[in-house]
Structure formats: C-alpha cells, structure tokens
C-alpha cells in the first residue's frame, strides 16, 4: 500500500494516463517497486483504460483494484 499512496500522492491528473507515465519512470530504480511488478501494473492499467474503467477515488480503492486484478492474473 505503501508504494500506491506514493503514486497517488505523485500524479497530478487523476487519470490511467498519468498513473502510467509515473510507474514508467519509476522503471529501473532499484529502491523502489520492482521492475516486473511495474509491468504487470502497466499491462492492468492499460486495459482498465481500454474498457474506459473509472480512475478510483482514493489510493485505497486504486490499491484494492489493482491487487485484485494482479491476483486474478
């Protein structure tokens, strides 16, 4: 939850979009979410944009979403 409340507190724009242009870059930086993870988040957040899915309305339900969906997968 830790790194998702980080996200949160970085995207300007409530938005897939911009959720994804700061996980990519946080790709290969070794201190912080692991660069597998950051693809398997990318791959999630693409198709919740693709299916026009709803931005979540606090990073508690964004972390809820997305872990749901990573332990579906």
């Known amino acids: 939850m830790t790194h998702i409340s980080r996200l949160w507190n970085e995207i300007q724009l409530n938005t897939w979009q911009e959720l994804r242009q700061t996980l990519e870059q946080r790709r290969g930086n070794p201190d912080d979410i692991a660069d597998d993870l950051v693809e398997q988040m ?4 693409d198709e919740y944009e693709s299916g026009d899915r709803p931005f979540p309305e606090s990073p508690n339900q964004l ?6 969906t990573l332990h579906q997968t």
């Open 63 to 68: 972390y809820e979403d997305l872990n749901q």
């Open 42 to 45: 990318i791959v999630v957040i």
